[in-house]
């Protein structure tokens, strides 16, 4: 072995989005994928994107009860 491990690291913004270092490939549940070559991709963690997996920041928008 020739040195540690790199660990990715990933950061969860409490109701806001996982910030990833990219570029990413992300799998979906139906086998489809999707790519962003940014340095940092913001993954959709509340389910409210309109362009998910990744952020459209729709996570900001409260719902009135």
């Given at each position: 072995?020739?040195?540690?491990?790199?660990?990715?690291?990933?950061?969860?913004?409490r109701?806001?989005?996982?910030?990833?270092?990219?570029?990413?490939d992300i799998e979906l549940p139906d086998g489809s994928h999707v790519q962003s070559d940014r340095f940092?991709?913001?993954?959709?963690?509340?389910g409210r994107s309109r362009n998910y997996p990744l952020c459209d920041t729709s996570h900001r928008r409260r719902r009135r009860e």
């Open positions: 072995m020739s040195g540690p491990e790199e660990r990715t690291q990933i950061r969860v913004i109701g806001g989005p996982m910030m990833v270092p990219g570029p990413v940092m991709v913001a993954v959709c963690a509340c």
